[in-house]
């Protein structure tokens, strides 16, 4: 049963536009979110985090927004470039009391975005 | 400050064989993490060590996979005797104590792909 799940195999965008990719997960123990970057041939990057305490956060052009009632999240790539392109993985884990991840994550399936120039 | 580093970075070999994967963590990072990516699914976490002590292990798939963790420093992962089954990209990842108020996410390593023919 997979408790994070990125429907979406793949997305093309050009260059200068706006990156969606989307994740649903099921388990409400979840707590805290994160997103990883990852090219090919080497690990997946840390990109950004979420708290369930929050609803957004903003790093430069990485926005994450979490939807808890609908247990959704999305990361917005504005504007994106062809060095975004990779393999996006959310992920997702009960967090500590600190707000911060805790042991063991869950991730999806992937996307890979890839932005034309 | 080096990352997080794995070898061999790739190993073939045949069922029945055994092979020794290795990680070497962020210097100072407690926590150390295997993970298994098989055939462009999502990334399954295998188990947790904190130091020298299995934190969590419930992703490991059999009493083929042995992992150790000797001094908590690097951290090995035996498969033995392999399987076609256990092929795929075994990452190793390392955070700091979690009891630190700063940001704990995960670095991974590279990655070992392993084939099993």
């Known amino acids: 049963d997979q408790q994070v799940k990125q429907n979406s195999p793949s997305l093309s965008v050009q260059e200068g536009r706006i990156s969606i990719l989307n994740c649903d997960y099921t388990?409400?123990?979840?707590?805290?979110f994160l997103w990883y970057k990852k090219y090919p041939a080497e690990g997946p990057t840390f990109l950004i985090s979420i708290s369930s305490i929050k609803d957004k956060n903003e790093d430069g052009r990485f926005t994450v927004f979490l939807n808890k009632s609908a247990k959704h999240l999305s990361l917005h790539i504005v504007p994106s470039q062809p060095g975004d392109s990779a393999v996006y993985f959310c992920?997702?884990?009960?967090?500590?009391?600190?707000?911060?991840?805790?042991?063991?994550?869950?991730f999806g399936q992937g996307t890979i975005l890839t932005v034309h120039p | 400050e080096a990352g997080v580093t794995q070898f061999p970075s790739h190993s073939v070999i045949e069922k029945g064989q055994t092979v020794t994967l290795r990680c070497d963590p962020i210097?100072?990072?407690?926590?150390l993490y295997w993970y298994r990516r098989v055939m462009g699914k999502e990334i399954k976490f295998l188990l947790h060590f904190v130091k020298e002590s299995k934190q969590d292990e419930s992703g490991m798939p059999n009493n083929r996979f042995l992992a150790e963790r000797t001094g908590g420093t690097y951290s090995t992962l035996k498969v033995q005797p392999a399987e076609l089954e256990d092929s795929g990209v075994y990452f190793c990842?390392?955070?700091?104590?979690?009891?630190?108020?700063?940001?704990?996410?995960?670095?991974f390593g590279q990655g070992t792909r392993l084939t099993v023919v």
């Open positions: 992920a997702a884990s009960v967090g500590n009391a600190g707000g911060t991840s805790y042991g063991k994550l869950t």
């Open positions: 210097s100072g990072h407690d926590n």
């Open positions: 990842a390392s955070s700091q104590d979690q009891g630190a108020p700063m940001n704990t996410e995960a670095f």
């Open positions: 388990n409400s123990m979840f707590d805290y």
